[in-house]
């Protein structure tokens, strides 16, 4: 669906006014929402449609999925966690899971980055070399 510019301002102009200390703030967004269902204004399905993709990529943004080969313990998660939050800034949410295939190390995503320092990935990355 091709979005107008008029729209697409509308909506960023919506997202900015949703976040709090540059965080988006869920209540925010919702009585957004409800505003803009309830007045309609002209292309008000085109605004949804584009605030919905600006509120998708910042949730995004705001996530990292930690995976590793076996448990971390809790404080190597508060020092991933730490790290973290240093380059990403506060208000970021962690999730650690277990992947055996990874075979050791980590692999950390946080929106669109991807950290991947597995020793599956290496082993690879060795094959295709060759």
């Known amino acids: 669906m091709k979005i107008s510019k008029q729209a697409q301002r ?49 949730v995004a943004k705001r996530t990292a999925k930690v995976e590793s080969a076996t448990v971390t313990t809790l404080e190597q998660q508060e020092a991933i966690k730490a790290n973290l939050a240093k380059r990403y800034g506060a208000g970021l949410s962690v999730s650690h899971a277990i992947n055996p295939s990874l075979i050791g190390g980590l692999r950390i995503q946080v929106g669109s980055d991807l950290y991947d320092g597995s020793v599956k990935t290496r082993l690879d990355k060795l094959a295709q070399s060759f």
């Open 10 to 58: 509308d909506a960023r102009q919506l997202f900015r006014g949703c976040t709090v200390n540059g965080v988006l703030d869920e209540a925010r967004v919702r009585q957004a929402l409800a505003l803009l269902s309830e007045k309609k204004p002209r292309g008000y399905v085109e605004i949804l449609a584009r605030l919905h993709r600006l509120v998708k990529l910042d």
